[in-house]
């Protein structure tokens, strides 16, 4: 059973930065694409970014934290960070991490695509 622990939201002005840090249990964490999607209230889940299997040296992002989030991975830690910056109200929402196991078939943004998520964490944004 693989589970994710994400920490790291909490409450910041517009223009703040946050760090979010998603814990992955299991052997197999290198082997997973790690993605991070978020919910605002009365909406559906939308994609914010997607890292690689092993080194991570691929990554990709919604259009929306473009230049803004960064996303990385420590498979000694097997943990997922997602580093954010000059953070808006808009991006208020609760975040998730998830893994996807078939990672090599490439990075991928359909939540249906990612088969483990976290609990999630409360990002909250005031202006």
């Known amino acids: 059973q693989v589970q994710l622990v994400e920490s790291g939201g909490g409450l910041v002005q517009a223009g703040g930065s946050l760090r979010l840090s998603c814990a992955v249990s299991?052997?197999?964490?290198?082997?997973?694409?790690m993605g991070w999607f978020r919910q605002a209230p009365g909406k559906e889940r939308e994609f914010v970014a997607v890292i690689s299997t092993w080194s991570g040296g691929r990554t990709y992002y919604a259009d929306s934290v473009k230049g803004r989030f960064t996303i990385s991975r420590d498979n000694a830690k097997n943990t997922v960070y997602l580093q954010m910056n000059t953070l808006k109200p808009e991006d208020t929402a609760i975040y998730y991490c998830?893994?996807?196991?078939?990672?090599?078939?490439?990075?991928?943004?359909?939540?249906?695509?990612?088969?483990?998520w976290g609990q999630g964490t409360q990002v909250t944004v005031s202006s």
């Open positions: 998830a893994a996807d196991p078939q990672g090599l078939l490439g990075l991928r943004v359909g939540p249906a695509e990612y088969d483990y």
């Open positions: 299991g052997r197999t964490f290198s082997t997973y694409a």
